[in-house]
C-alpha cells in the first residue's frame, strides 16, 4: 500500500510510518525507459520501472476537447494493462473535462492502494459525489488553496521516496473570473531519475511564472506538458526556460485544432496512445 507524508514550505511536517521496509528503487532502464503515454485531452499515463501515475485521467465532459475513449477508461477502471499497478492519480483542477468526481471515487473504490494528489476544491466535490467513502480520506492529497509551493513524498511499491511531489498554484487561464478555481501545477520525480510536470489549465501571464521562479529554478524537469496556449503565446524556447523543462510537448488540444498548431513547428500530444521519452537523470 502506497503511504504518503505531506511537507508544506507553510506548515509542520506530517510524517506517517510506513507499513513496509524501504526497498532498492525500481529505476528506468534502457530496456525499459521513462515514458509518457497519452490518453485524450491532459490525460497522461507516465511510467518509470515499476512506478506508474497518471493526471486527470477520470472526466466526462468535452467542453471542445476529446474524451478518453470508451474502452481505455474501462482498462483505467479495471486496472489492465497499461493502467495495472498505478501508485498515484493528479488532479490538476475540477472542471469537467479534468475531473469527474463520481467516476474518481468509483476508481478509488476499485484500486485501494492508490493515493489521489489534487486541488482541496476535489476532495469537496468528491465528498458529495456518489460513491464517496469516509475510509478514502487517508490516501487523499488534498492540496490548500495558497501560493507557496508545496511539497509531498509518496510511498510506491514498497519504497519510501519513489515520488517526489512538488506542487505550485498557477492560476486558471482566462483572466479574474477564473481566480476560483484551484488549478495547481504538478512537478512529479519518479524514483529519483525522471521528472514530470504538469500544469492543468495555467495562465499565460509570465508574471506569475517570475514570482515562483525559484520554484521552477529548483529542480530540472526532463518533461514538461504545458497547455498548448503557452507554446503558442510564448514559443517552445521560451515556455522550457521558464518552466527550467528540458522539453516541452503541449497538451489540451481542442477537437477544432488551432491553424497555427501545426506550422508552430512545436511538439504537441493529438493522437492516442502516442508516447514520449523521460529521459530523466539519478537525483542522487
Do not use: K
Amino acid at each position: 500500500m502506497n503511504i504518503p507524508r505531506l511537507h508544506h514550505g507553510v506548515a509542520a511536517t506530517l510524517a506517517l510510518a510506513l507499513a513496509t521496509a524501504p526497498a532498492a528503487l525500481a529505476h528506468p532502464s534502457e530496456d525499459d525507459p521513462a515514458t509518457a503515454h497519452f490518453l485524450a485531452n491532459e490525460a497522461i499515463l507516465v511510467s518509470a520501472g515499476e512506478t506508474r501515475i497518471l493526471f486527470d485521467p477520470l472526466f466526462s465532459v468535452s467542453y471542445g476537447y476529446p474524451l478518453v475513449a470508451p474502452d481505455v477508461r474501462a482498462a483505467i477502471m479495471a486496472g489492465t494493462p497499461p493502467y495495472d499497478g498505478v501508485d498515484a492519480v493528479f488532479v490538476s483542477h475540477v472542471h469537467g473535462d479534468h475531473f469527474d468526481a463520481g467516476a474518481v471515487n468509483a476508481y478509488l473504490a476499485a484500486h485501494p492502494d492508490v493515493i489521489l494528489v489534487g486541488p482541496w476544491q476535489a476532495r469537496l466535490d468528491m465528498q458529495a459525489a456518489d460513491g464517496w467513502n469516509d475510509a478514502f480520506e487517508a490516501r487523499i492529497q488534498a492540496l490548500p488553496f495558497i501560493a507557496s509551493p508545496q511539497d509531498l513524498v509518496l510511498a510506491a511499491d514498497g519504497v519510501e521516496g519513489a515520488i517526489r511531489v512538488e506542487t505550485v498554484h498557477i492560476p486558471h487561464a482566462g483572466g479574474p473570473g477564473r481566480a476560483g478555481i484551484q488549478n495547481m501545477a504538478h512537478r512529479v520525480t519518479l524514483n529519483g531519475a525522471a521528472t514530470v510536470m504538469h500544469l492543468g489549465d495555467a495562465t499565460p501571464e509570465p508574471a506569475i511564472y517570475e514570482t515562483h521562479s525559484d520554484h521552477f529554478a529548483a529542480r530540472t524537469t526532463q518533461h514538461a506538458f504545458p497547455p498548448y496556449w503557452l507554446l503558442g503565446e510564448w514559443g517552445g524556447e521560451t515556455t522550457r526556460q521558464r518552466l527550467n523543462a528540458d522539453a516541452a510537448t503541449g497538451i489540451h488540444i481542442p477537437i477544432q485544432q488551432p491553424d497555427w498548431l501545426d506550422a508552430s513547428g512545436e511538439d504537441f500530444f493529438t493522437e492516442a496512445g502516442e508516447e514520449r521519452g523521460v529521459h530523466g537523470h539519478d537525483d542522487e
